[in-house]
């Protein structure tokens, strides 16, 4: 089997952390990738921990467990690292990607120890400027094209062009924040 990259969302009830896993799973099996997305969530409700999940590979995938070992973890509030162990079976060639105006060199001291690179980038403010709300999935999707080089950032802003055009498209302004948001936060993510 090619190999199988696995992806943790963490996020808020209310963030789109759901939301963002099925955007960029659909965008992968729009490049022809076997991919699965899911959320785990019980009863949570609004600002409630939530975690999802992406699993992308060239070969079907059969696996049908929780992803234990990520090679990427998004992290779409930083106030969770605080309280939920974000580095949990990161892989040390992985990488992990955090919603913070700090930078990276300053979020690594505040997450437990790994190997794996860390990124950092403002999507909560890149989600009111161009969304007009503090909902920072589909920046922070943007974000992860960019460190994961998974998916080519074209390809990504079509799909989800698309997608949010069948659900929206009453509302053009939602469909080109969203966009614009996806295209500052691949431009704007930072590693140390």
């Known amino acids: 089997m090619s190999e199988l990259t696995e992806i943790r969302w963490h996020g808020r009830g209310g963030q789109g952390a759901k939301t963002v896993a099925l955007l960029f799973a659909e965008a992968?099996?729009?490049t022809g990738k076997q991919v699965q997305a899911f959320p785990e969530y019980g009863p949570e409700r609004m600002g409630a921990p939530v975690f999802s999940f992406d699993r992308i590979s060239d070969e079907p995938i059969t696996l049908h467990c929780h992803v234990q070992s990520p090679k990427?973890?998004?992290?779409?509030?930083?106030?969770?690292?605080e309280t939920v162990n974000v580095t949990e079976g990161l892989?040390?060639?992985?990488?992990?990607?955090?919603n913070s105006p700090l930078p990276a060199s300053e979020m690594r001291k505040k997450i437990n120890p790994t190997k794996a690179q860390v990124f950092t980038v403002n999507a909560s403010e890149i989600a009111i400027q161009t969304i007009g709300r503090n909902i920072p999935n589909t920046p922070m999707m943007g974000a992860l094209v960019k460190v994961s080089k998974l998916l080519k950032i074209?390809?990504?802003l079509e799909d989800t062009k698309h997608k949010l055009e069948k659900k929206f498209r009453n509302k053009p302004e939602i469909i080109d924040g969203n966009l614009k948001s996806i295209q500052r936060a691949?431009?704007?993510?930072?590693?140390?």
Do not use: F, N, Q, S
């Open 28 to 30: 992968a099996l729009a």
């Open 72 to 81: 990427y973890v998004v992290v779409l509030d930083p106030t969770l690292i």
């Open 91 to 98: 892989k040390d060639d992985g990488a992990i990607i955090i």
């Open 154 to 156: 074209e390809g990504v």
């Open 186 to 192: 691949y431009d704007e993510v930072k590693g140390e």
